[in-house]
């Protein structure tokens, strides 16, 4: 059985709610903000989201869009056609390369290379919340979008550090094969 340990940074030290010398635990969960600031905050977690096998079924058959910055973004356009058939990627001014925009224009998807500069709101969600209708882009042309499959940069945190953590060449915390950290 796990045991939750509240911890925050002090002092350089990791330092616990009444964390005793006596308590103990397997494993540890760290769990950061992602560094999502550009674009989509507000909707995150309902029409921005980064796994779509956990939230891809509620936009199933609405278009989709998907912020491709990277190759490994860029290759989930193929991904997105099994809730959808109309899939966008937008690289928001990235130039990924003229093989890789190949790739992506193979899979059938739209290629948008202009900056989003912000999202719009839709119809709520049944829970009230905010849903996404389009991205607008820097021009102010608006590309009609349900849902937005991103992957927000992992920000190096100070307890990742404190921990020892090893890190990968792009700064996730690197993991083996049973998924456990070092």
Known sequence: PGILIQAQMR???LAGEELAENNRSREVLIAALLGLTDVGIEL??????????????????????????TE????????????TDRVTVFTHGVALGA????????TGAVLEREAIARLTG?????????????????????????????????PATAVVDELGLARDESGYVRVNEQRESS
């Open 11 to 13: 002092a350089n030290r």
């Open 44 to 69: 995150w977690g309902r029409s921005v989201f980064h796994c779509p096998f956990c939230h891809g079924w509620e936009h199933r058959e609405l278009p989709w869009g998907v912020l491709a910055t």
């Open 72 to 83: 490994v973004m860029a290759d989930w356009a193929k991904m997105a056609f099994g809730w």
């Open 99 to 106: 093989e890789l925009e190949a790739r992506v224009v193979a």
């Open 122 to 154: 839709g119809a709520a969600h049944a829970s009230g919340a905010p849903s996404l209708a389009s991205s607008v882009l820097a021009s102010g042309r608006a590309v009609p979008c349900s849902a937005l499959l991103v992957r927000p940069a992992q």
